[in-house]
């Protein structure tokens, strides 16, 4: 499985077990499982579910909320929306990236890594025209993500070590089955509790390759998850100056990555600077990471 921008929503339709149901501008293709029938009634009210559930998230491009079946099954829905002239007519012949989000879950379960189970993706349509994409999942009950964690714990500094060979790990898991997350930031990392292992989510910008994932991307990604470690830190006074250092975060980052990966990790001065470059360097930070022009 690659990353397949024409043909995703044919590729997930085609899984074993995959139900697709279509209703007026609606289409959606349903995971096996018990939520299935569920889904399969209520699909077309999709836009009335978030409207009426508990909303996680409110934005022009995006939103979310979790909700429940009839049957008592709490789910998390988001809903991409259609964000101008551009985005319809990129999308009048591409699924929407729900469908690759949905495949891309499937390769992260193969890695070992946990992420909320699909229970359906879909999309409304009037005359070719994308008006939303839907990606249902189920609810993950306790689940806090790191960005949380390391914002607003008191004791966040104590357990940095551990949450940082956690992130590599899962960094180096996914980078081993061809995965690239895309925005592998504290916020898209969860755990059900402090000593469970990391999960996954927010897919929607995961690319999938056949063999490794590219040198380059390999290198964003970890200056991703190496710059959202110290921006979130700051943002909390128990840690104290001394563990704002981006070189050894980074060479700690990286060598629980080597630990785990089957590819040699990147060099660290690659690393620091891309986290310099596309991230630290354009945010007003309490400290100075290096790398800014004089």
């Known amino acids: 499985m690659s990353t397949d921008y024409f043909h995703c929503r044919e590729h997930y339709e085609a899984l074993p077990g995959v139900k697709t149901v279509s209703s007026g501008p609606y289409r959606f293709a349903l995971a096996p499982g018990p939520a299935q029938d569920s ?4 699909f077309a009210e999709a836009d009335a579910m978030l409207r009426d559930g508990n909303r996680t998230k409110t934005s022009t491009e995006s ?7 009839p049957g008592g099954q709490e789910i998390f829905i988001k809903r991409n929306g259609n964000r101008g002239l551009f985005y319809s007519l990129k999308y009048v012949f591409i699924p929407a990236r729900v469908f690759r989000a949905a495949l ?10 946990a992420t909320p189970r699909v229970l359906a993706a879909g ?9 939303g994409g839907y990606l249902v999942t189920e609810a993950v009950k306790n689940a806090c993500d790191l960005m949380a964690y390391v914002e607003k714990r008191p004791d966040a500094p104590e357990g940095m070590n551990s949450l940082i060979h956690e992130t590599a790990r899962v960094a180096a898991a996914l980078h081993d089955r061809g995965f690239y997350h895309g925005d592998l930031k504290l916020v898209n990392l ?3 509790a402090d ?12 690319q999938l390759f056949p063999g490794e994932v590219p040198h380059d991307l390999v290198v964003r990604e970890l200056g991703r998850i190496v710059s959202s470690i110290l921006i979130f ?17 980074t060479r700690d980052l990286l060598a ?20 310099r470059t596309r991230w630290l360097n354009r945010r007003k930070l309490r400290f100075d990471y290096g790398g800014k022009p004089a």
Not at 233 to 249: G, K, M, Q, T, V
């Open 39 to 42: 889904l399969a009634a209520h």
């Open 195 to 206: 000593d469970a292992p990391c999960g996954v989510w927010d897919l929607d910008s995961a």
């Open 256 to 275: 629980a990555y080597s630990a785990s990966a089957k590819t040699p990790a990147p060099n660290p001065s690659e690393v620091m600077e891309i986290a």
């Open 190 to 192: 969860y755990r059900t």
């Open 104 to 113: 891309a879950a499937e390769r992260v379960r193969e890695a070992g890594i």
């Open 233 to 249: 830190a700051e943002h909390n006074p128990a840690f104290p100056d001394a563990f704002f250092n981006l070189e050894r975060i």
């Open 63 to 69: 939103s979310a909320a979790v909700c429940t079946l």
């Open 123 to 131: 999309e409304k349509r009037r005359a070719r025209v994308l008006l």
